[in-house]
């Protein structure tokens, strides 16, 4: 069974930066296409960037220009890069496999970010 393990996530000024990370265990890592997601308060998760097993990666609008992702094969994790924090950035963040090419893994308990001004 796949575990998914976030951290990283705290308090963090705008304009701030965070590193946050997953542990993958229990799955293929190298050979899914992973992914990290957002849900705010009242609102539905959303996909904010996602890396292919080629490393090919994309990002939402949103945050684009501002995170990376990245994963280590070796490690079995992958990290999502925040750079240039702002208030709505604030959310819960989710790691798990990109949804738009491989079925869902169950979720973890997520890593809250909050952004202060």
């Known amino acids: 069974q796949v575990q998914l393990v976030e951290s990283g996530g705290g308090l963090v000024q705008a304009g701030g930066s965070l590193i946050l990370s997953c542990a993958v265990s229990g799955s293929s890592f190298n050979d899914v296409d992973w992914a990290w997601y957002r849900q705010a308060p009242g609102q539905e998760r959303l996909l904010v960037a996602g890396?292919?097993?080629?490393?090919?990666?994309s990002y939402a609008d949103f945050v684009k220009g501002r995170f990376a992702i990245s994963r280590d094969i070796f490690k079995h994790t992958v990290a999502l890069w925040m750079n240039g924090v702002t208030l709505e950035d604030s959310a819960v963040y989710y790691c798990?496999?990109?949804?738009?090419?491989?079925?869902?893994?169950?979720w973890g308990q997520g890593t809250q970010v909050t952004v202060a001004s």
């Open positions: 890396i292919t097993k080629y490393d090919k990666t």
């Open positions: 798990n496999t990109d949804k738009r090419w491989n079925a869902l893994e169950s």
